[in-house]
T-cell receptor, first 109, second 112 residues
């Protein structure tokens, strides 16, 4: 059974303090890994797709990387507007996704 | 604007009543999905449909029903048989296998 585990559950950073979020997965044949951002009371917003180990994607202060066992979402010099819950998910056929429980990020001034 | 519209944003119902959540999309995507989100748990798949007039149960379909009479619409009915219906419900669409899903902004259902 596919499993996705995210850590930490919650992270509090000062503005400008870089850090990384982890998404480890156990799947039978990785078909990709997705990162989403979710603001309170909203639906998840797609950020990145990674398909193979060694792949990296960047968007503003965010960079996602992928290995054979896990993915990292690196946040460089975060701002308060980066505060959100970050979700990762892996496809398991038929466009069905298995989601992790998310990392709730709070960036303070 | 292209997108996914879920309505209403908040819904309150008494125990024992059925309730229908609306999901409409104008992205022209074939596949549509319903997920449920609870605190501390990952999103869980309720039902999905890859084509009009066809749908499949997801991981937690008990107590729910759906229909797919039009490509644009995929309503979800939460029946009185659902034991813990209070949750945040998310509708999503997809283009093809192994591609990311696009989500609406959810309906928060509270049943008392």
């Amino acid at each position: 059974e596919d499993q996705v585990t995210q850590s930490p559950e919650a992270l509090r950073l000062q503005e400008g303090e870089s850090s990384s979020l982890n998404c480890s997965y156990t799947v039978s044949g990785l078909r990709g890994l997705f990162w989403y951002r979710q603001d309170p009371g909203k639906g998840p917003e797609f950020l990145f797709t990674l398909y193979s180990a060694g792949e990296e994607k960047e968007k503003e202060r965010l960079k996602a990387t992928l290995t054979k066992k896990e993915s990292f979402l690196h946040i460089t010099a975060p701002k308060p507007e980066d505060s959100a819950t970050y979700l990762c998910a892996v496809p398991r056929g038929g466009n069905k996704l298995t989601f992790g429980t998310g990392t709730q990020l709070k960036v303070e001034l | 604007d292209g997108g996914i519209t879920q309505s209403p944003k908040y819904l309150f119902r008494k125990e024992g009543q059925n309730v229908t959540l609306s999901c409409e999309q104008n992205l022209n995507h074939d596949a549509m999905y319903w997920y449920r989100q609870d605190p501390g748990q990952g999103l869980r798949l309720i039902y999905y449909s890859q084509i009009v007039n066809d749908f499949q149960k997801g991981d937690i379909a008990e107590g729910y029903s759906v229909s797919r009479e039009k490509k644009e619409s995929f309503p979800l009915t939460v029946t009185s048989a659902q034991k813990n219906p209070t949750a945040f419900y998310l509708c999503a669409t997809g283009v093809k296998d192994n591609s990311p899903l696009h989500f609406g902004n959810g309906t928060r259902l509270t049943v008392t």
